[in-house]
């Protein structure tokens, strides 16, 4: 594996001085040479090597570091800004090592119960090496793309969309802690290129359309029952402490049967949907 090396290399501008002041003085030479054959022919062949020095002269953007190979071998990497000079015969290809992020498709597939969902992503990301990014695959960001994409595709299928037990994690009601597993699975996936995965995180999701209905339903249907828990639970706590109340204070004695009537008449009014109208008893409570 090709692991990335710093290459120090020569200031461009202190380089382009020099080899411009030597062009200057062999033409001079071959314009006072001019009638020698010999001395005039070495002044232009400096001239020419001094044109192919120039050659090497290279600038480096910000976060744009270029790689440099020699006959197909690796030489180092240049990252320091600015005008550079290396040998001319080497081949300079830059890599981008500024922070991107791309949003992937929206992938159809099955989560952990088998139902047909509809989920994206959006990863955040930076080359780290960049000898691993220009060698060991072909090509970086299609890697990153297609790596991520299938990562994803892989955590849905061991996660259910929602799920009915509180402890189980689910994609929707786990956001973060899926977010983290997604992070995980991509780096370990593109480690290989040189890449370093900063952020991942579900961008959409959503059940596929001819299930959507139905499970909208379904989610109505649990929150219907969950609400409904928490309406009977509050229901019993109130029951239960009207008869303390009316016992402690010495209000009334009932019986049994009353109390049974009495826990049934206020579940009646606390549970129902709708308003409830009293009916006043004028007479005794055991007619």
């Known amino acids: 594996m090709i692991r990335e090396r710093q290459l120090s290399v020569l200031s461009g501008g202190l380089m382009l001085?020099?080899?411009?002041?030597?062009?200057?003085?062999?033409?001079?030479?071959?314009?006072?040479w001019v009638h020698q054959p010999l001395p005039a022919i070495l002044c232009a062949l400096g001239s020419i090597v001094v044109s192919?020095?120039?050659?090497?002269?290279?600038?480096?953007?910000?976060?744009?570091?270029?790689?440099?190979?020699?006959?197909?071998?690796?030489?180092g990497t240049v990252r320091d800004p600015g005008?550079?000079?290396?040998?001319?015969?080497?081949?300079?290809?830059?890599?981008?090592?500024?922070i991107r992020n791309f949003e992937?498709?929206?992938?159809?597939?099955?989560?952990?119960?088998?139902?047909?969902i509809e989920i994206a992503a959006v990863v955040v990301w930076r080359v780290v090496d960049t000898a691993e990014?220009?060698?060991?695959?072909?090509?970086?960001?299609?890697?990153?793309?297609v790596q991520s994409e299938a990562a994803l595709r892989n955590l849905a299928t061991h996660h259910c969309y929602d799920a009915h037990?509180?402890?189980?994690?689910?994609?929707?009601?786990?956001?973060?802690?899926?977010?983290?597993?997604?992070?995980?699975?991509?780096?370990?996936?593109?480690?290989?290129?040189?890449?370093?995965?900063?952020?991942?995180?579900?961008a959409h999701l959503a059940y596929a359309p001819e299930i959507a209905s139905a499970m909208l339903r379904r989610q109505q249907a649990g929150a219907i029952?969950?609400?409904?828990?928490?309406?009977?639970e509050g229901a019993v706590g109130m029951v239960d402490m009207a008869l303390e109340l009316l016992k402690s204070k010495n209000v009334v004695e009932l019986d049994e049967e009353r109390k049974a009537a009495m826990v049934s008449n206020l579940l009646v009014v606390l549970c129902g949907e709708h308003d409830v109208r009293p009916v006043v008893n004028t007479g005794s409570i055991y007619q």
């Open 52 to 75: 192919i020095c120039l050659a090497g002269l290279f600038i480096v953007n910000p976060n744009e570091p270029k790689v440099l190979q020699l006959f197909g071998r690796y030489v």
């Open 133 to 145: 990014a220009a060698f060991e695959v072909d090509n970086y960001e299609n890697f990153v793309h």
């Open 104 to 116: 992937s498709n929206k992938l159809k597939v099955n989560d952990r119960d088998g139902s047909p």
């Open 225 to 232: 029952i969950a609400a409904r828990q928490r309406i009977v």
């Open 165 to 202: 037990d509180p402890a189980e994690l689910s994609l929707r009601g786990n956001t973060q802690e899926v977010a983290d597993q997604l992070k995980r699975e991509i780096q370990d996936r593109l480690a290989k290129a040189g890449v370093e995965v900063l952020e991942a995180r579900i």
């Open 17 to 32: 001085l020099v080899l411009l002041a030597a062009d200057v003085g062999l033409i001079t030479g071959i314009i006072h």
């Open 83 to 98: 005008l550079r000079w290396s040998n001319p015969f080497y081949t300079k290809r830059k890599i981008s090592v500024r």
